[in-house]
């Protein structure tokens, strides 16, 4: 086995990351070259090459059963004997190879085992019921699983499909993904004895699918070495560029991160906190895009500094003070321990300058930690094994209480990829699956909305309100109205946050359904998929988008002008100036007992308005004196409000009812065009007393769809 990989635009072979040699590397997983696995012996008699994952695997789990390990390694080395890779080399070294990349990153057990046969069902004489009968239900899951992603080939049509298997397999159980991603790691490091165009094609599926997958699950140490491999083959040119950056970078001597990194020691031992302070160098990929962000590289840009404490409360010690000792750069901060990325990642994000103007930037975390920001699930041990003693007295991961018997459940499952697999299924055609799963890769945040019962709900960042009503509510999400975000109304179009609290509305005709705009807000697969279908089954809708939203097929109602509105009767108004015309103004339409005012005007008028328009104040700014006014014993009046709805088919009708049951009169009605799902009302209304104002106004809030009755005001009428 070759254990780098083969530039094929350069003459010799690329080993991304070979300049790293100060403190801790990342999880290097390149030179595990053939005399690492096979020993000193020829290809004709094989060693025990397990004894190299046994090292491994001891190392995360010191006192893990070996046993499984060694039966696995007979039964693989004999199943494989005689079979021979592209490169020439016995074919048992690729999942030897593929089983200590997994060790290295700390899988447990079952997983290695798998990993060791992954290949033996598909390409030897062993069948599943061998490896259930020997090895038991898990092992065999697993092996079946990647047996089955591995069936079809990488043509261009067969790509989607490809993928939506290796999805539903992953759904199931995690460590069927990170078996697949170990092996097409292996397969990129070998990838040289292939002809150029089918590296290529192999490349390009690796960076649009299995990288960002890498990367949701948190599988850094897989994903960093990925990216470099795929540079090196699609970009043979920038990487050059890369490669003598570093090199020239390296010759240079004096690393100024050495410096800070004495300095950072120093600081945080006189401060009593225990930390291991540690050069971590960038690999190519990181180089390139801080290459291009920046321009002309300095020396700090190739590394950065990384911390490790041991509890939670030492990162923030750390960090306070990094940013008293140092000048902090305030812009480069983020804390990814109170608010985890989507794929399980915390760290606190920083930058500090030394006197000498070098910045550097930080990255603290714990051990454990950094065990995960490196491996990601794989870290954290057998999902479906029961918790031991340790492990719940630590609050490790353990199995979900809320499984179904009989049913695997994974409690380290994204919420990301249970969207997946609940849309993947909905996909139309393969087409339409991998196009939306290209999208929905590309999405690198993940936020958490609350709903009001206290639940969650994973979205991607920017998701909007018809994102989050598709993710709690499924297909049912067709009948949603609009929102309430942080207890405001707002539309189905508003961006969602994170940490916003959602409340969605949802309407009582069941025959309502989406309009085509949805489209322009949603950003989730699930949603997408969901709106196209329904307009695709109900096409007049969608050809009329406007019958949709407004709330009756009537022409809408031009919006109404200050001088629309009849003047009311001011017969229950008394004001304190004898043989003067009374008139209730049509900006604020008081009513009793609203506490009111009133200005003389022209023609020996006097109009009375409710204290808190805004004409009030106008007219108090150009010297108008106000004139006593109370209210007489009529009751009778005429008032104005404005019903804010959410469209939807006989709702001026449904108002219109309920007004008239409470046994007012409607004057007039006017409707303004809808805009954005949202419908405005305009009633003139005659109450028999002022005193049903109150219910009237929560009788016409409780028809479906109305969000909002207020009293109008028209600052426009407020000088009439």
Not at 202 to 229: F, H, Y
Not at 600 to 612: F, I, K, L, P, W
Not at 615 to 643: F, H, N, P, Q
Not at 664 to 670: G, K, R
């Amino acid at each position: 086995m070759s254990a780098e990989a083969t530039n094929p635009a350069m003459s010799g072979p690329v080993t991304p990351g070979a300049q790293r040699r100060r403190g801790r590397p990342r999880l290097d997983l390149r030179r595990l070259g053939r005399a690492a696995l096979l020993g000193p012996g020829t290809r004709d008699r094989l060693p025990d090459a397990i004894g190299h994952v046994a090292e491994a695997h001891r190392a995360h789990y010191p006192d893990a059963d070996l046993e499984p390990l060694r039966r696995a390694w007979v039964l693989a080395e004999s199943s494989h004997r005689g079979q021979m890779r592209k490169s020439g080399e016995p074919y048992i070294t690729h999942p030897l190879a593929v089983t200590l990349i997994l060790a290295q990153l700390g899988a447990e057990t079952t997983t290695l085992t798998a990993s060791l046969l992954h290949d033996t069902v598909e390409d030897t004489d062993v069948t599943l019921d061998q490896v259930r009968t020997e090895f038991g239900d898990d092992v065999c899951y697993l092996v079946d699983g990647v047996t089955k992603l591995e069936k079809v080939d990488y043509g261009a049509a067969a790509e989607p499909e490809t993928f939506r298997k290796m999805l539903v397999a992953t759904g199931n159980d995690v460590r069927v993904m990170s078996i697949k991603l170990a092996d097409r790691l292996h397969n990129m490091r070998t990838l040289g004895v292939m002809r150029p165009e089918k590296q290529a094609r192999i490349a390009k599926v690796t960076r649009d699918v299995l990288i960002p997958l890498a990367e949701r699950l948190g599988v850094q140490a897989l994903k960093t070495e990925l990216e470099d491999l795929v540079f090196a083959i699609l970009h043979p040119e920038e990487y050059a560029k890369v490669e003598e950056l570093m090199a020239a970078n390296a010759a240079d001597g004096g690393n100024p991160l050495e410096a800070t990194a004495d300095d950072v020691r120093g600081v945080l031992r006189e401060a009593g906190i225990a930390a291991e302070v540690l050069i971590r160098p960038r690999h190519y990929v990181s180089v390139h895009r801080v290459h291009r962000k920046r321009g002309e590289m300095r020396a700090a840009d190739f590394g950065r500094l990384l911390v490790l404490v041991n509890e939670d409360a030492d990162c923030y010690g750390v960090l306070g003070e990094l940013h008293t000792c140092f000048t902090p750069v305030v812009s480069e901060f983020k804390d990814f321990i109170a608010v985890p990325k989507f794929n399980l990642y915390q760290s606190l994000h920083t930058a500090v300058a030394r006197p000498d103007g070098e910045v550097a930037e930080v990255l603290i975390r714990t051990h454990q930690m950094h065990k995960v920001a490196e491996a990601g699930v794989v870290a954290l041990r057998n999902p479906y094994a029961p918790p031991s003693e340790e492990q719940t007295d630590t609050g490790s991961v353990s199995p979900s209480e809320d499984a179904v018997e009989g049913e695997r459940a994974d409690p380290t499952r994204p919420g990301w990829l249970s969207r997946l697999l609940d849309w993947q299924e909905a996909a139309p055609d393969p087409d339409t699956f991998w196009s939306t799963l290209r999208e929905d890769l590309a999405q690198d945040r993940e936020i958490a909305v609350f709903r009001p019962d206290g639940g969650t709900l994973g979205l991607p960042a920017g998701a909007s309100c018809v994102d989050a009503a598709y993710a709690q509510y499924g297909e049912d999400a067709h009948a949603c109205i609009g929102a309430r975000v942080n207890g405001r109304l707002a539309t189905l179009s508003t961006v969602l946050r994170d940490g916003d609290t959602v409340q969605l509305l949802m309407g009582q005709d069941v025959a309502s359904g989406p309009s085509r705009e949805w489209l322009d807000h949603a950003r989730t697969p699930g949603a997408r998929i969901a709106i196209r279908r329904w307009l695709t089954t109900h096409p007049t809708p969608a050809a009329a988008p406007a019958t949709s939203a407004a709330p009756e097929k009537s022409t809408p109602a031009p919006p109404p002008q200050p001088s629309d509105f009849p003047r009311p009767a001011a017969a229950n108004a008394v004001v304190d100036r004898e043989g003067a015309s009374v008139r209730l103004a049509g900006c604020c339409t008081p009513v009793p007992p609203d506490e009111v005012t009133a200005f003389a005007v022209r023609g020996g008028v006097v109009t009375v308005h409710r204290v808190e328009c805004p004409a009030v104040a106008r007219m108090k700014e150009v010297g108008r004196a106000e004139v006593g006014v109370r209210w007489g014993d009529s009751a009778e009046c005429r008032v104005t409000l404005i019903a804010e709805s959410f469209g939807r088919a006989h709702l001026l009708a449904d108002l219109t009812e309920a007004i008239a049951t409470e046994g007012v009169e409607v004057m007039s009605a006017t409707v303004e065009p809808p805009s954005q799902q949202r419908v405005r009302h305009t009633y003139t209304l005659q109450l028999p007393d002022a005193a049903h104002l109150p219910g009237l106004m929560r009788a016409m809030r409780a028809v479906p769809g109305v969000y909002d009755v207020s009293r109008a005001q028209h600052p426009a009428a407020a000088t009439s």
